[in-house]
T-cell receptor, first 117, second 119 residues
């Protein structure tokens, strides 16, 4: 079964510093997609970054980058130059791409990030 | 397009009452998902529609839960005889084509959710 594990329930980071949020995954499928979402207190899930299992390079989107280590089955999110507005819950998710699947997302339990001024 | 809309944003109900939530997806998206998110946890998949057909249901979707998507447009999620354990955020998401890799958000757009509190 596919599974996402986020082992950091909460993290603190000083404003303007970088922070790494951990994510490990488990799947037997060779083809999969990994996502990171941000969920502020208002509740909406905001897409941050995507990494495909066959992508040769680590994904980057502005201040977000994904440290993809396929052999270790990890997909850590790195946020550079943290801002106060980055304080939120962060979820790692995997797309279920098995044959005839719904392509639903499987989420981890999340990491709450608090940015200190 | 204003994204995925969910209504209501908040619902407080007494145990045993029925509640219904609505999701309006992005108009050109034919795929729709419902998730449930309890406090401090990640969203858990409930059910999936492709057009009007409900193609997948999680075992989390007990017989008290029913979802519909008439005409393949908006969707409703009904919970009958609510229990305190049903208190959660109910999220709806929609997406377009099979992979939609070219979409800026790789296909999934989430609504802001309906927060249900059962007292």
């Amino acid at each position: 079964a596919q599974k996402i594990t986020q082992t950091q329930p909460g993290m603190f980071v000083q404003e303007k510093e970088a922070v790494t949020l951990d994510c490990t995954y488990d799947t037997s499928d060779p083809s999969y997609g990994l996502f990171w979402y941000k969920q502020p207190s208002s509740g909406e899930m905001i897409f941050l970054i995507y990494q495909g299992s066959y992508d040769q390079q680590n994904a980057t989107e502005g201040r977000y980058s994904l440290n993809f280590q396929k052999a270790r089955k990890s997909a850590n999110l790195v946020i550079s130059a943290s801002q106060l507005g980055d304080s939120a819950m962060y979820f790692c998710a995997m797309r279920d791409v098995r044959m005839d699947s719904s392509y639903k997302l499987i989420f981890g339990s999340g990491t709450r990030l608090l940015v200190r001024p | 397009d204003t994204g995925v809309s969910q209504d209501p944003r908040h619902k407080i109900t007494k145990r045993g009452q029925n509640v219904t939530f609505r999701c309006d997806p992005i108009s050109e998206h034919n795929r729709l998902y419902w998730y449930r998110q309890t406090l401090g946890q990640g969203p858990e998949f409930l059910t999936y529609f492709q057009n009007e057909a409900q193609l997948e249901k999680s075992r989390l979707l007990s017989d008290r839960f029913s979802a519909e998507r008439p005409k393949g447009s908006f969707s409703t999620l009904e919970i009958q005889r609510t229990e305190q354990g049903d208190s959660a955020m109910y999220l709806c998401a929609s997406r377009g084509g099979r992979a939609a890799i070219t979409d800026s958000n790789y296909g999934y757009t989430f609504g802001s959710g309906t927060r249900l509190t059962v007292v």
